[in-house]
């Protein structure tokens, strides 16, 4: 069932973005009255699921859910149909209109995902409003995981900014650490400007815990007992942990940390209960864990749920949307990094489909999480525009690049030029789906999905 949701997720989302990116060639190409032959959601090789023809053009529904296409009369494209362009060009068809016009229609589709994710982040802010951990309110500092410390962090510290831009945030902080360069942190009172170690990078990407290599510190304070050996233990709700085996642990991470050092072993747990320390004995499992859920009040003591009204609500999505595209970016630096090697950890439709998010309730009912699944359409389409941006022939960069050329020669680039360039790169294309899928598939076979 939950998978089935991820999948409908993952379909409804990219159905979206596909046709209101086709869209946005779409409706220019029919303005400057240019023949558009085909609109399709997914490709349709060989057979299409559905189609119907409207006018001069045919709507349809491939069965290759790899994106869309529409068909525009007089232009090199996927399709490689170039019977064609053998003959004189015709006044409806692309090659024949004017290059500024041929250039709107191209920039049409990432115009479209650009202004999406603008309305789509000022909608989740005027309604949902954000909800975030603050990192102004970590009066005791962050804990760090070794993969944290190996970047250059420290228990405790109070991170002030990255790269020279306050950090704010804990989930924008800790995906922009890991993009950065510089972290600048107080410690111990004294403001410290150090360069992110790459190899503690590559190891959180590697352990898949970007999100979990800093947190808040809080006390350990038990809020249940979960296994018959925390019960067996004497621990009771409340209990507020202070030292494990002697050694001082005033915090939860410090607590994991000396547990971790002591899995499948006894320990002395110093707790203090209604006021008074007192000493218990508990086994810890193999994991590491005692067995007992944590009172989640320090966490929630850190969370701001901030509002917005409508005036404030259209430039902050225009912030976030601008945030989301510079993340995108900034991936490509560590996906290349000699010493990151990003490039392993990417994931395909299927690691997507696996990542998307659900909403699961007490009973154990699952369902979608609208914001959360808004949220991330919000930044596909950003992630859609950025790609299609990039100068491949096969994506609308590189026709973009091909019509600017024009624009300052004064000359088209020669025919023969365009087909072989769009040949070479829906070969690239296509050879690049089938690694990322073929990486996919060899991770969900070796369990590393």
Same mark, same amino acid.
């Given at each position: 069932?939950?998978?089935?949701?991820?999948?409908?997720?993952? *379909?409804?989302?990219?159905?979206?973005?596909?046709?209101?990116?086709?869209?946005?060639?779409?409706?220019?190409?029919?303005?400057?009255?240019?023949?558009?032959?085909?609109?399709?959601?997914?490709?349709?090789?060989?057979?299409?699921?559905?189609?119907?023809?409207?006018?001069?053009?045919?709507?349809?529904?491939?069965?290759? @859910?790899?994106?869309?296409?529409?068909?525009?009369?007089?232009?090199?494209?996927?399709?490689?149909?170039?019977?064609?362009?053998?003959? @004189?060009?015709? @006044?409806?068809?692309?090659?024949?209109?004017?290059?500024?016009?041929?250039? *709107?229609?191209?920039?049409?589709?990432?115009?479209?995902?650009?202004?999406?994710?603008?309305?789509?982040?000022?909608?989740?802010?005027?309604?949902?409003?954000?909800?975030?951990?603050?990192?102004?309110?970590?009066?005791?500092?962050?804990?760090?995981?070794?993969?944290?410390?190996?970047?250059?962090?420290?228990?405790?510290?109070? *991170?002030?900014?990255?790269?020279?831009?306050?950090?704010?945030?804990?989930?924008?902080?800790?995906?922009?650490?890991?993009?950065?360069?510089?972290?600048?942190?107080?410690?111990?009172?004294?403001?410290?400007?150090?360069?992110?170690?790459?190899?503690?990078?590559?190891?959180?990407?590697?352990?898949?815990?970007?999100?979990?290599?800093?947190?808040?510190?809080?006390?350990?304070?038990?809020?249940?007992?979960?296994?018959?050996?925390?019960?067996?233990?004497?621990?009771?709700?409340?209990?507020?942990?202070?030292?494990?085996?002697?050694?001082?642990?005033?915090?939860?991470?410090?607590?994991?940390?000396?547990?971790?050092?002591?899995?499948?072993?006894?320990?002395?747990?110093?707790?203090?209960?209604?006021?008074?320390?007192?000493?218990?004995?508990?086994?810890?499992?193999?994991?590491?864990?005692?067995?007992?859920?944590?009172?989640?009040?320090?966490?929630?003591?850190?969370?701001?749920?901030?509002?917005?009204?409508?005036?404030?609500?259209?430039?902050?999505?225009?912030?976030?949307?601008?945030?989301?595209?510079?993340?995108?970016?900034?991936?490509?630096?560590?996906?290349?990094?000699?010493?990151?090697?990003?490039?392993?950890?990417?994931?395909?439709?299927?690691?997507?489909?696996?990542?998307?998010?659900?909403?699961?309730?007490?009973?154990?009912?699952?369902?979608?999480?609208?914001?959360?699944?808004?949220?991330?359409?919000?930044?596909?389409?950003?992630?859609?525009?950025?790609?299609?941006?990039?100068?491949?022939?096969?994506?609308?960069?590189?026709?973009?690049?091909?019509?600017?050329?024009?624009?300052?020669?004064?000359?088209?680039? @020669?025919?023969?030029?365009?087909?072989?360039?769009?040949?070479?790169?829906?070969?690239?294309?296509?050879?690049?789906?089938?690694? *990322?899928?073929?990486?996919?598939?060899?991770?969900?076979?070796?369990?590393?999905?």
């Amino acid at each position: 069932m939950e998978i089935a949701i991820k999948l409908f997720q993952f *379909i409804l989302s990219i159905s979206i973005l596909v046709i209101l990116h086709e869209l946005g060639h779409f409706l220019p190409a029919k303005w400057f009255k240019t023949k558009v032959e085909k609109f399709y959601l997914f490709f349709d090789p060989w057979f299409s699921l559905v189609k119907k023809k409207v006018g001069e053009t045919e709507y349809g529904i491939g069965w290759l @859910p790899f994106g869309g296409y529409v068909k525009i009369a007089g232009m090199v494209d996927e399709s490689m149909d170039t019977e064609q362009l053998k003959q @004189p060009a015709q @006044p409806w068809e692309f090659r024949a209109k004017p290059a500024w016009q041929r250039l *709107i229609i191209m920039l049409g589709g990432v115009t479209v995902n650009f202004f999406l994710a603008w309305f789509i982040y000022t909608c989740l802010s005027l309604f949902n409003g954000e909800v975030y951990a603050d990192l102004n309110k970590f009066s005791n500092g962050i804990g760090v995981t070794e993969a944290g410390r190996k970047m250059g962090f420290e228990n405790g510290d109070k *991170i002030i900014s990255i790269d020279g831009k306050p950090a704010e945030r804990l989930d924008n902080a800790s995906i922009n650490i890991l993009l950065g360069d510089n972290a600048t942190v107080l410690r111990n009172g004294k403001e410290i400007t150090f360069p992110i170690n790459k190899e503690g990078v590559a190891e959180v990407l590697k352990q898949r815990e970007a999100k979990m290599y800093i947190a808040p510190r809080f006390p350990m304070t038990v809020d249940s007992l979960v296994t018959p050996s925390a019960k067996a233990s004497g621990l009771l709700k409340g209990d507020r942990v202070v030292a494990v085996n002697g050694k001082p642990t005033p915090f939860f991470d410090e607590v994991g940390t000396v547990l971790t050092e002591n899995k499948g072993k006894t320990v002395a747990i110093e707790v203090v209960r209604n006021g008074k320390q007192e000493t218990l004995s508990a086994a810890v499992d193999k994991n590491g864990k005692l067995g007992v859920a944590v009172d989640q009040a320090g966490v929630n003591n850190v969370i701001t749920d901030k509002k917005y009204s409508f005036g404030e609500a259209v430039p902050r999505g225009f912030v976030r949307t601008i945030e989301a595209l510079t993340m995108q970016v900034k991936q490509f630096k560590i996906m290349f990094n000699s010493k990151i090697q990003g490039y392993k950890n990417v994931g395909g439709p299927i690691a997507i489909i696996k990542n998307m998010p659900v909403e699961k309730s007490a009973d154990g009912g699952i369902s979608i999480n609208w914001t959360a699944f808004w949220s991330f359409t919000a930044m596909f389409s950003v992630w859609l525009a950025f790609l299609n941006l990039i100068p491949i022939p096969g994506l609308d960069g590189g026709h973009v690049i091909f019509t600017l050329y024009e624009m300052i020669v004064g000359k088209p680039v @020669p025919q023969k030029v365009l087909e072989n360039a769009q040949m070479i790169g829906v070969v690239f294309l296509l050879g690049l789906m089938i690694l *990322i899928f073929g990486s996919d598939i060899f991770k969900v076979f070796t369990g590393k999905l």
